[in-house]
């Protein structure tokens, strides 16, 4: 079969472009960090208020839309992201907690949630899911990755994952509702749910009902019951209802949503079909809007002994309140499964009297020296934050 010499140029022609493309794009991923200023001036970190003896750093710049946070056992630090589209690979060469290469690692579609487990790196999209085995071998090669599943929803409203394995070693990934306010598990009954499946994709089953928008959960140390976050429902008004802090004590339990809100406020439209006693109230109402996400149990070392155990929750701030509230780190203290305080650890991203923001905090992080470290979407930055009374070290 004879092919033209107009085909064999046209092919040459896309080739050429791909590559180019190609080139472009690492040559852009690796000069990000130099580009950018590692300096804290215009992401405002001199106006947050942290507690005495602490400091807070810029990690990383340049990181658009950073959000889900993992750990390498080599170092690197893994970042998805939910509308830039975009994983990155940040690495420390000379360890001084300054960023020397962020990398583009792969493109894909809302890849927010990020886990690692024996070396492989798990890609949670809206439904599907994906394996890079030895990942760290991988950074800056071609790239080998495994689906393990593409048949969960694929609604884009909360279908943005947060995933995260537990201490059972199942991977566990909320499959968020797919609206503001509605009850849709007769079509799929993974929607409004947190679910969980062994590392291969088998042995699925729901394994926390009644939670509408779940971006965070975590496991206690000495239980190893999880503790998870929950965005509330809008369109009630400014002060209702609350976010949630919730506490998983057995597998199928029931967290109220669409029916009930917080414990304690009746749906509208749902309320009437159950009520409140019906549920799992929650372990903490947090503030209307407050929009929490991450929540990680800090068992390190750095930090002094008193925050030993304390919970840390990200409040991502609100974006339909008429006065904005969150854009802060808070904290938790825990004790036989009540949660006992509730107060700031950082705040001031969040000029009250402007109600200008200067970052939304996302996912913690907790690095191996005992420093957290803390993404910003809205800042497009990884932060560190360590304890000066205590040395620091590069491990």
Known sequence: MKISFYKIAMVFTIAI????????????????????????TDLALLELDLPEGFKIEVYARGIDGARSMALG?????????????????????????????????????????????????????????????NIENQVGKTLNKELIY???????????????????DKLYIPVGAPCNICNR??????????????????????????????????????????????NGRDMLGDDIPPCELNHVTEIGQHFGYPFCHGGIVKDPEFGEEHPCSDFVSPALQLGAHVAPLAIKF????????????????????????????GYRIMMADIKDG???????FIDGWLNESTQEASGRPVDILWMKDGSMLISDDYGDAIYRVSYNGTALSSN
């Open 150 to 168: 593409d048949d969960y929803p694929t609604e884009f409203h909360h279908g943005w994952k947060y995933i995260a394995f537990g201490p059972d």
């Open 185 to 230: 598990t007769n079509e799929d009954e993974r929607f409004s749910t947190i679910t969980r499946m062994d590392p291969d994709g088998s042995n699925r089953e729901i394994y926390a009902k009644g939670v509408r928008n779940s971006v965070g959960f975590t496991w206690h140390p000495d239980t190893k019951e999880m503790w998870f976050t929950d």
């Open 338 to 344: 009540e949660v006992i305080d509730y107060e700031p």
């Open 298 to 325: 800090y068992t390190a070392e750095m930090f002094p002994p008193n925050y030993q155990g304390k919970a840390f929750i990200a409040e991502h701030g609100s974006w339909n309140r008429s006065k904005k509230v």
């Open 17 to 40: 472009t791909i590559i180019s493309c190609k080139e472009t794009q690492k040559k852009g991923a690796e000069n990000m960090a130099e580009n950018v200023p590692m300096d804290s």
């Open 73 to 133: 056992d080599n170092g690197t630090l893994f970042v998805g992201t939910r509308t830039e589209n975009t994983v990155y690979a940040i690495q420390d060469t000379d360890g001084d907690f300054k960023a020397d290469n962020v990398i583009v690692l792969d493109t894909m579609e809302v890849p927010n949630g990020i886990a690692m487990r024996n070396g492989d790196l798990y890609v949670a999209q809206v439904g599907s899911l994906w394996k890079y085995p």
